[in-house]
């Protein structure tokens, strides 16, 4: 209770929270300290002077005059997961705003079999059947998205202080295969930007290709962000809301050049239908994929296929980590699985002592006493 610096998803928040005389709780975050402080200190004057009541409206939106909680303060134990599951969205649009589509997909399955379930009732059993029956129509990958899910609306549960325990503690995603996804060659990548029948995609297949920056990244790109004499490029709208800089090669530079700047539309990647922002891509990008032949590629093998390059030619994994925006380099290494740096250094070991072999030349040794004395 009281005035707290919450962390989630990496994200610092400065968070209000108070219990009424009712029993109930105010909870929001507010900018900076001095107003979640401010507000504060006027929720335990009203409580003291009697008149908390009135101040509650005014801080939830209350204009019927009405003394009843409103219906966010409303939610009990016994509320079942589909009621809280919009409250538990609404949360998301703010605090995780990247993951909301992913949850409110999973929600869509998960109230089906267990909407109806209070949350107080809930048991780790009615999850694990859930999996069972689950995993006979969708694949490992997604049974774990839908538990990430119903874990996260648990400990946002607890969060809230309706429950006391969650339920789903400690509760372990399933053990997947790993598979080590198919790479674009070079040829292969500048085939794919050839294909595109629109010049605003094929720009930013280029630039993907290139930079191993994300979709979302590239769309949201003005062409106040692009330095050209140092040829960077600078990412504001980034998915860990974390800028970074990312280096423009004389492929991808060449592309962005062909581009319309569209009088007052800031955005590197316009639609010149509507001249306006591109928003959903994809159909005009899998024309082009299916046109060279290559139906598997979608965006994000794009970032993947830079990914790779950059550590054929030479650049260590923390580097990597840097460019493409990852907080942790277990992920980076998920992108260039199977292409580590110690590997790439073997390969090019191995290519010398086959040149070595076919020219009829040993390699140089080292002269002089070895460790033992013995020359």
């Known amino acids: 209770m009281g005035v707290n ?54 801080l939830t939106g209350e204009t019927d005059g009405a003394d009843q909680v409103p219906e966010t303060m409303q939610l009990q134990p016994t509320t079942t997961i589909r009621e809280f599951s919009q409250h538990f969205l609404e949360d998301r649009k703010v605090s995780a705003p990247k993951s909301w589509d992913r949850y409110a997909l999973s929600l869509r399955t998960l109230n089906q079999s267990l909407g109806d379930v209070a949350l107080d009732d809930f048991r780790r059993g009615l999850l694990d059947d859930y999996v069972q029956r689950r995993l006979k129509k969708v694949s490992r990958g997604t049974v774990n998205r839908d538990i990430a ?19 789903l503690a400690k509760y372990k995603l399933l053990k997947t295969d790993e598979t080590v996804r198919s790479v674009l060659t070079v040829g292969q990548f500048r085939s794919l930007v050839d294909q595109m029948d629109r010049l605003p995609i094929a720009a930013m297949t280029a630039l993907l290709g290139e930079t191993g920056m994300r979709k979302g990244e590239a769309l949201a790109l003005s062409w106040d962000d692009i330095r050209w004499p140092d040829r960077t490029v600078r990412l504001q709208h980034t998915k860990n809301g974390k800028a970074r800089f990312v280096p423009l090669s004389d492929y991808s530079t060449e592309w962005l050049q062909r581009l319309v700047r569209y009088v007052g539309c800031p ?28 139906s598997w590629v979608g965006f994000h093998d794009l970032r993947r296929f830079r990914a790779c390059q950059w550590v054929r030619l030479g650049l260590d994994l923390e580097t990597i ?54 020359s």
């Open 149 to 167: 899910c119903l874990r996260a609306l648990f400990s946002y549960a607890v969060e809230s202080e309706i429950l006391t325990a969650d339920p």
């Open 321 to 374: 980590m840097k460019l493409l925006g990852h907080s942790d380099l277990r992920t980076t290494q998920l992108y260039v699985k199977g292409l580590e740096p110690h590997l790439e250094k073997v390969r090019k070991l191995q290519d010398r002592e086959t040149e070595w072999e076919t020219c009829g030349r040993q390699p140089e040794m080292a002269t002089g006493p070895g460790k033992y004395g013995l």
């Open 5 to 58: 610096r919450v962390k989630k998803r990496g994200k610092e928040r400065i968070e209000v929270r108070r219990r009424w005389p009712d029993g109930t709780t105010f909870r929001r975050y507010y900018p900076n300290m001095t107003l979640a402080r401010n507000t504060l200190t006027r929720i335990e004057s009203y409580i003291l002077d009697g008149s908390w009541q009135e101040l509650r409206r005014e």
């Open 267 to 294: 955005y590197v990647f316009v639609n010149p239908r509507r001249a306006k922002r591109w928003i959903n891509p994809e159909q005009a990008f899998k024309r082009g994929a299916e046109a060279t032949g290559l």
